[in-house]
């Protein structure tokens, strides 16, 4: 009789976890407000710890960066925050979990890629990697700010790749300051509008879309080339 219980647990539990992230992209705004209501100044530490770990962890890319800044920038226009103060804090947390991921990817790549011959490491590849970052990489970087997944992994790959530090600092400053300001203040001038409240998760998803539809045109891109 209960020979399923085992089976069916975890798969209950994974989409009771999937059904929770999907309402927190959805109401972004109302867990914001309870956030802000309930922990006060501590919201900032919040925001900052989900930025700097979104950047800063390769196994984070899920976190909701985009519509967050952007719903961030909304609750500080109704006076819970202070908004120059919340981009300056973002904008570090973005810089600083970049930075990590960066040094993550250049001082563990090399490490799991140590056997030339090895199943984890294929020099071809490792080489075009370097060698693409070395010509496109800043573009790369400035770009996957506003990318999902890519922003989370784009560091990463840069520091496996061993893109020079001194050329990456000063691209992903400006990457990480025009990410967050643009989102942020965005939120903060037309998050409160009643249409766009009353519309808040369609805009939220429209700003997923736009994110994502660099990633879409390259796929497509890519389909339609020879094999």
Known sequence: MHYHDGLESPCTAFMDIL???VDIVLHLDKHLEVLAANYGQWIYVILFAIIFCETGLVIAPFLPGDSLLFVA????????MDVHLLALILFVAAVLG???NYWIGRVVG???FRWEQSRWFNRAAFDKTHAYFEHHGGKTIIAARFIPLLRSFAPFVAGVGKMDWQ???PLDIFGGALWIGSLTYAGYFFANIPFVRSNL???IFGIIGVSLLPVVVAWAKSRRRPA
């Open 73 to 80: 920038g909304g609750l500080a226009a109704t006076g819970n």
């Open 19 to 21: 059904l929770q992230l």
């Open 167 to 169: 050329r990456f600092l």
């Open 98 to 100: 970049d930075n990590l």
């Open 201 to 203: 998760s369609f805009f």
């Open 110 to 112: 090399p490490r799991v």
